[in-house]
């Protein structure tokens, strides 16, 4: 089987897990346990996470700051794409890397802004004195897609070797410590975080299928 047919049904096959998944949450063993009554899928997991858990200020400062970090990458990588488009003075002159990469932002923005509006399951504890959508974690979403699509493309716009691992390895650094602080933090349910997780890797996988299907012709 060719390289692109694999790799298309490996974009079908985490499709059918995160909405498989996503299914999960909403229907099965929902019972009232959120805030002002507000139900919530995998019950029985989730608060025993909970009661287990429960919230941490430290951890959701941690995460809330950190979080900002990965914009500082995807301003990089925009950067990057805003400069060959001054140099080569054509946007269809880009490398397909970064304009995917930009295609990649938009579609992981649409999916934050979509469970925003289909509300899966609130947050543990309110915010602000409000309920507040909980699922997938957006902390965890952001931290999972930007942080490896970045390890897919460093090695392309971070030329010095010694600076590269540097920064690949503060990446992993960087998505681990907010995947699990915000697993720490309380502020989700258990499922959130692992929904973020297999939506992003959904995504993620989108993306590593448009660089390998389409790459950039070699330059002499």
């Known amino acids: 089987m060719k390289k692109n047919q694999k790799l298309i049904l490996l974009n079908i096959f985490l499709l059918l897990i995160a909405i498989t998944y996503t299914l999960i949450v909403k229907y099965v063993d929902v019972q009232a346990i ?33 979080g900002v970090v990965p914009f500082l990458m995807v301003a990089y990588y925009g950067l990057q794409g805003l400069l060959q488009v001054i140099k080569r003075k054509n946007i269809l002159k880009v ?87 915000r697993l720490l933090s309380g502020v989700h349910w258990f499922s959130d975080i692992l929904g973020g997780v297999i939506i992003s890797l959904f995504l993620v996988s989108i993306y590593y299928t448009l660089i390998n299907i389409f790459p950039d012709k070699k330059k002499s």
């Open 34 to 66: 959120g805030p002002r009554l507000s139900e919530v899928g995998l019950a029985s997991i989730n608060k025993s996470y909970w009661d287990l858990i429960g919230y941490s200020e430290t951890w959701y400062k941690i995460t809330k700051y950190l």
């Open 95 to 181: 490398d397909k890397k970064i304009l995917s990469l930009g295609g990649f932002y938009v579609l992981v923005g649409a999916t934050y802004i979509l469970f925003e509006k289909l509300v899966i399951n609130y947050r543990p504890m309110l915010m602000d004195n409000q309920l507040e959508a909980s699922f997938p974690s957006s902390h965890t979403m952001l931290a999972v897609c930007i942080c490896l699509s970045s390890l897919l493309i460093s090695k392309y716009y971070v030329k010095n070797e010694k600076l590269r691992k540097v920064f690949d390895i503060g990446t992993i650094i960087l998505m681990l410590v907010l995947v699990i602080g």
